[in-house]
């Protein structure tokens, strides 16, 4: 099974600050990553595919790079609406997983 | 418009079964993969199962292999959960995923979820 581990769990940053969070495989996965963002009360949302592809309707602000087994989400110029959890998820062999969620608190 | 509608969540005793179904519109169904992820209350996202287009692919999580079987009905655009020895440790909500691809499980991505259905076992 491939283990994602996120880095932080949680974190509280203040609006127009630049966020990074970091997704680290147990084994190469190419670029078969993809990361979420989940709202209170609210299904999770596709924000970024295959590691750094952008999605319809999703904010430019928001960015994904990487490849093998180290990934990052970026969010620049962070927004109160961007208060939610982030979820970074292999596809690449069976079974799927997913990263343990990282938590952004806006202060 | 994308819509899938999950059903069949409740309160069910350890031990016993539930089936959880999930109604699909706006896309063709039978030209795409679809999962179910499960999320404990407070927790994380856990994959559960998976499904190709035809069926010919499906896969599950260890931890609910040999408890919990997938299938689907392209006739009736509909996925189904059949969950039996439930578990306290089954309690979660579960989501309904579309992937962007058909012939496999692995590969894609989940473009569309549900709103979920709730799934309590507890005596």
Known sequence: ?107 | EVQLVESGGGLVQPGRSLRLSCAASGFTFDDYAMHWVRQAPGKGLEWVSGISWNSGSIGYADSVKGRFTISRDNAKNSLYLQMNSLRAEDTALYYCAKANKGITIFGGIFDYWGQGTLVTVSS
């Not at chain 1, 990487?66 to 079974?95: K, M, R, V, W």
């Open chain 1, 1 to 107: 099974e491939i283990v994602l581990t996120q880095s932080p769990d949680f974190q509280s940053v203040t609006p127009k600050e630049k966020v990074t969070i970091t997704c680290r495989a147990s084994q190469s996965i190419g670029s078969s990553l993809h990361w979420y963002q989940q709202k209170p009360d609210q299904s999770p949302k596709l924000l970024i595919k295959y590691a750094s592809q952008s999605i319809s309707g999703v904010p430019s602000r928001f960015s994904g790079s990487g490849s093998g087994t180290d990934f990052t989400l970026t969010i620049n110029s962070l927004e109160a609406e961007d208060a939610a959890a982030y979820y970074c998820h292999q596809s690449s062999s069976l079974p799927i997983t997913f990263g343990q969620g990282t938590r952004l608190e806006i202060k």
